[in-house]
């Protein structure tokens, strides 16, 4: 079997695909063809397959292509010490994994000098053969015929013998196999603190005595349990069970050996193999084995990373609206941005309603003037130190606007990342007259209007949220965390003529280069009127057009076809498809009632399949659709603002900023997440959390437990709310707490933003509003 039919039927198996299937995807992949292209435009060529097949595949191809280059140079360098047999060639032909391979090259394998081969050269291989094949004599009667001047004693002779027999045992692939095989299904893994160092690394006490079985360690736990092993805190071992385990690992060793007589020879040959078990094959199996934990928890991690930025990355955008972005902060001030419509920076300001300078009313009054003069329709709030006291400013300021003024709505949204941008290369380049901090309010307020547009600016490992992301290989998820960019940027399309040069940067066939001259085109020519113009771009050519036009958008441009995701070499088909409703190309779009009446079988024709075909129905049906869902926002509870208001059995809206493993954090507005553990997710049993909940997601919990000490919060999507939770309301009855004042009037007294830690009371009648129009017309 050739390479390349090899790699096909590997990746065919895995994907659940036909080897056909996956030939044709690598041909495109290796022509330069991008995944989201393929899977969006090349149906009939791959037989349908999607893109988290093709990720798949790709990530396998390279693999699988390193494995057979390996399998070749490893038949040359045997073949070159003339020791390949046709049972070798076999074995390393049959081998599917680069750790089989290894297995089969180690006797093969250039080495140091060993112990074992200095008693070759000593002539004790002889002594190991003569042992192995007269059991009944004794090893130290056989061992008097091989002294000589380099081997003066019996145990000089023996301890030869064992080295040359230990080597043997260390490269043997069979045994080797096997001990693995029975290491991955019965080793313990066992954690125990370091003498001195509880203090240091309380953080870790879970696992200062710890212990459980190596398959069903979590990645989370493990990641927890190697980093405090790398801190010093935490000692890990990987090995059988103790007692039975161990001798269970012995005998194996001695089954190469042939060792299960009661001979002279088979008693030391039992020895030697329980000798070769702890001292090394013991040490090299927890190696392996612990590298093995590393490198899957780590693939977990980075999978549980991805599916949440590709959740948060999807989330629903707040539309084209005015916004206004406030960057909570007390003694540096809340730092105020107004971006229109597009997201062009049009006004900021910087307010100081918290201690030290206290002007809780000339802050509200610029924040009344913002709105007013900017139509601001939404504001975004970021959720950090002083959010809720930002926030409950705001709600003020909105409740006392003129009737005439159209109220906007507020929203706390996740600043993760906000510093960063605020801090980079691209955001000074941006906005090079503007202070860092005020960056971070537009980045804030434009996340609102669309999250995908201005995350993608942000690092992904700066969004914040994965899961023990530094401790992970940077290489690795950088490039899983493109690849989700990737897909959901071509998923959801881009506005050719709106689009900043990092969010065109990550469409398909494009890239930086090439997005930053789009831009600079675009600014020297004016809006692109058609996607053909896009051919003017200096150096974008055929190829880079081929992949990149269908997901790019024009809105009332030359071609209304390039508003829609229908690749311009389908535009003929397009068109036939309309001429035969009879109708011009504006009125079909989007009316699907005439293009029911179609047969896609109908136009099926050429290098044009039926799945290309359906897919223009499709599109014809809802040009330009956007898949992300609507948008909508949590709603925080009135006074629970910090982990000191929350008490067992309140129930409260919230958005989950990042999910685990092991669960899902909730942002309830208390400037602490709140953990829901995966038992707690639903009524029934949850074994991936990614089945119920996705990052970004607005959900109802009810509070179990606090800890505010460790600043930790136990949350419950249950629907009966926990045992617990129960008998506290019961007890609590209908008392007058922050739980029972949920949802309900205040009465006339509210609460309004005052200084951190501290609250004011102001009357809810007109007197605040007419205080703040007459401060604004004397400005």
């Known amino acids: 079997m050739d390479t390349v039919t090899r790699i096909a039927q590997t990746i065919a198996r895995e994907i659940s695909a036909t080897p056909k299937q996956v030939s044709s995807a690598v041909t495109l992949l290796d022509e330069g063809s991008t995944v989201p292209f393929i899977a969006r435009y090349r149906k009939e060529v791959t037989g349908g397959l999607d893109d988290t097949q093709l990720?798949?595949?790709?990530e396998r191809l390279t693999y699988l292509r390193e494995l057979e280059a390996r399998r070749v140079s490893i038949l040359e360098a045997i073949k070159s010490q003339d020791k390949l047999t046709a049972d070798l060639a076999t074995s390393i032909s049959g081998a599917e994994t680069k750790a089989q391979l290894e297995d089969i090259y180690l006797p093969y394998k250039k080495k140091r000098r060993t112990k074992a081969m200095i008693a070759r050269e000593n002539g004790l291989e002889a002594l190991a053969e003569a042992i192995l094949a007269d059991r009944m004599?004794?090893?130290?009667?056989?061992?008097?015929?091989?002294?000589n001047e380099a081997v003066e004693t019996v145990k000089d002779a023996l301890n030869g013998a064992r080295d040359i027999l230990v080597e043997r045992l260390t490269e043997n692939a069979v045994l080797l196999g096997n001990l693995r095989g029975f290491m991955q299904k019965e080793a313990l893994l066992t954690a125990r603190v370091v003498d001195g160092q509880q203090d240091k690394g309380a953080k870790f006490s879970d696992y200062f005595d710890h212990r459980e079985r190596w398959a069903d360690v979590p990645s989370h736990?493990?990641?927890?349990?190697?980093?405090?092993?790398?801190?010093?805190?935490?000692?890990?071992?990987?090995?059988?069970?103790?007692?039975?385990?161990?001798v269970r690992a012995e005998n194996m060793v001695a089954a190469q050996l042939q060792a299960g007589g009661n001979g002279p020879g088979d008693v030391w040959l039992r020895k030697i193999a329980g000798w070769a078990w702890r001292v090394k094959l013991s040490l090299s199996m927890m190696l392996e084995l612990m590298s093995e934990l590393r490198s899957r928890s780590q693939d977990e991690a980075i999978k549980v990373f991805a599916r949440n930025l590709k959740d948060l990355l999807f989330a629903a955008p707040a539309g084209a609206r005015p916004t206004l972005g406030l960057d909570p902060g007390i003694r540096t001030g809340v730092k105020a941005a107004v971006v229109d419509a597009t997201g062009k920076l049009v006004a900021t300001e910087t307010l100081y309603p918290f201690q030290p300078k206290n002007d809780l009313r000339g802050s509200q009054v610029s924040i009344l003037k913002l709105i007013a003069e900017h139509g601001v329709e939404l504001v975004a709030i970021g959720n950090g130190t002083a959010s809720r006291e930002t926030e409950r400013m705001v709600a003020e300021v909105i409740k006392h606007l003129p009737a005439k003024v159209k109220k906007p709505t507020k929203v706390v949204v996740s600043e993760a990342g906000a510093s960063v941008y605020s801090a980079s290369e691209l955001a000074a380049r941006e906005f090079p007259d503007l202070d860092v901090s005020l960056r971070g309010a537009v980045s804030i307020a434009r996340r609102l209007q669309d999250p995908l547009a201005e995350l993608v600016k942000i690092e992904p490992k700066s969004i914040g949220v994965g899961q023990y992301q530094h401790d992970v290989d940077q290489h690795q998820l950088t490039k899983s965390l493109e690849a989700v960019i990737e897909d959901v940027v071509n998923g959801v399309g881009v506005d050719l003529n709106m689009a900043s040069a990092p969010l065109l940067a990550h469409v398909s066939g494009l890239g930086p280069g090439l997005a930053e001259a789009i831009v600079a085109h675009r600014d020297m020519n004016g809006a692109f009127i058609s996607r053909r113009e896009l051919l003017k771009v200096a150096r974008l050519g055929p190829k880079a057009f081929e992949q990149c036009a269908g997901f790019l958008r024009i809105r009332d441009g030359k071609e209304p076809l390039d508003a829609s995701s229908v690749h311009p070499e389908s535009y003929k088909v397009a068109r036939q498809i309309i001429a035969a409703c009879g109708r011009d190309i504006r009125q079909i779009m989007g009316d699907d009632t005439a293009l029911k009446r179609l047969r896609a079988e109908d136009f099926v024709g050429g290098d044009v399949g039926l799945p290309t075909v359906r897919d223009i129905l499709a599109e014809l049906e809802k040009p330009g659709r956007d898949p992300r869902p609507s948008f909508v926002t949590a709603s925080f509870a009135d006074g629970v603002e910090d982990i000191k208001d929350l008490k067992p059995g309140m129930v409260l809206e919230g958005t989950v900023t990042n999910v685990a493993a092991f669960g899902a954090f909730v942002d309830i507005g208390v400037h602490q997440d709140g953990l829901v553990h995966v038992s707690q997710l639903a009524d029934k049993f949850v074994k991936d959390p990614h089945e119920v909940v996705k990052t970004g997601a607005v959900v109802k919990v009810t509070v179990t437990e606090i800890d505010v000490p460790r600043k930790r919060i136990g949350l419950t999507m249950r629907k009966d709310g926990g045992a617990s939770a129960r008998v506290d309301r019961n007890a609590r009855g209908t008392g007058g707490g922050k739980a029972a004042e949920r949802g309900k009037p205040r009465g006339k007294q509210q609460m309004s933003a005052g200084p951190k830690g501290q609250k004011s009371k102001q009357d809810s009648g007109g007197a605040l509003g007419a205080a703040l129009m007459n401060a604004m017309k004397k400005r």
């Open 55 to 58: 990720r798949t595949l790709d």
């Open 137 to 147: 004599a004794t090893p130290e009667a056989l061992a008097e015929n091989y002294l």
């Open 221 to 246: 736990r493990a990641l927890a349990m190697l980093r405090g092993s790398n801190e010093g805190v935490l000692t890990l071992d990987i090995g059988p069970e103790p007692e039975e385990g161990a």
